[in-house]
T-cell receptor, first 115, second 115 residues
């Protein structure tokens, strides 16, 4: 049973560039959430996708956008990169059960470094 | 305001010692879930346990046990007879029924178990 996978593992970009991170959910899951984890901090919720739409969003600027595909995989896009965007980006998947709070299972993350 | 507080930034113990990781949460919802995750150096968050607000029974799973007390808004995690493999960062998280799968994480407690 494949878990959550993310690509790439590591990424180095320069300020002002754009980046796309990818996530494949755990088999059977239909919901994908993205988190940003700065060094030494807990993960911060960016947004969640369900049925190919953004269902909920955290306190992140519009430079952060996403997409969910019909196969439930997802992308996170960040435009106009800032030094402060350097972090571990975690994808989590879950199965929406209609109202209940669903356990989220996390991938290994993508380490983004902005120079 | 911080919804989840993990006051212990780092704890060091010697193998076979018992250790308790503290978690205090804040919410106005009557329905919510609490979670514990383990993050080893590889970066992937590993799900350990979930507990809903209506179930205050303590839980034991092998060397792990959890103590949930609504009266003090705490959900503490105890590792009995710690092992070197328990070394990791541990995160407590809260999800509220009114906020649909948005997880609020604490800042984590780094546990060092020395041989």
């Amino acid at each position: 049973d494949a878990g959550v996978t993310q690509s790439p593992t590591h990424l180095i970009k320069t300020r002002g560039q754009q980046v796309t991170l990818r996530c494949s959910p755990k088999s059977g899951h239909d919901t994908v959430s993205w988190y940003q984890q700065a060094l030494g901090q807990g993960p911060q919720f960016i947004f969640q996708y369900y049925e190919e739409e953004e269902r909920q969003r955290g306190n992140f600027p519009d430079r952060f956008s996403g997409h969910q595909f019909p196969n439930y995989s997802s992308e996170l896009n960040v435009n106009a990169l800032l030094l402060g965007d350097s972090a571990l980006y975690l994808c989590a998947s879950s199965l929406s059960t209609g109202g209940a709070i669903d356990t989220q299972y996390f991938g290994p993350g993508t380490r983004l470094t902005v120079l | 305001a911080q919804k989840v507080t993990q006051a212990q930034t780092e704890i060091s113990v010697v193998e076979k010692e018992d250790v308790t990781l503290d978690c205090v949460y804040e919410t106005r919802d009557t329905t919510y879930y609490l979670f514990w995750y383990k993050q080893p150096p590889s970066g992937e968050l590993v799900f350990l346990i979930r507990r809903n607000s209506f179930d205050e029974q303590n839980e034991i799973s092998g060397r792990y046990s959890w103590n949930f007390q609504k009266s003090t808004s705490s959900f503490n995690f105890t590792i009995t007879a710690s092992q070197v493999v328990d070394s990791a960062v541990y995160f407590c998280a809260l999800s509220e029924a009114g906020d649909f799968n948005k997880f609020y994480f604490g800042s984590g407690t780094k546990l060092n178990v020395k041989p």
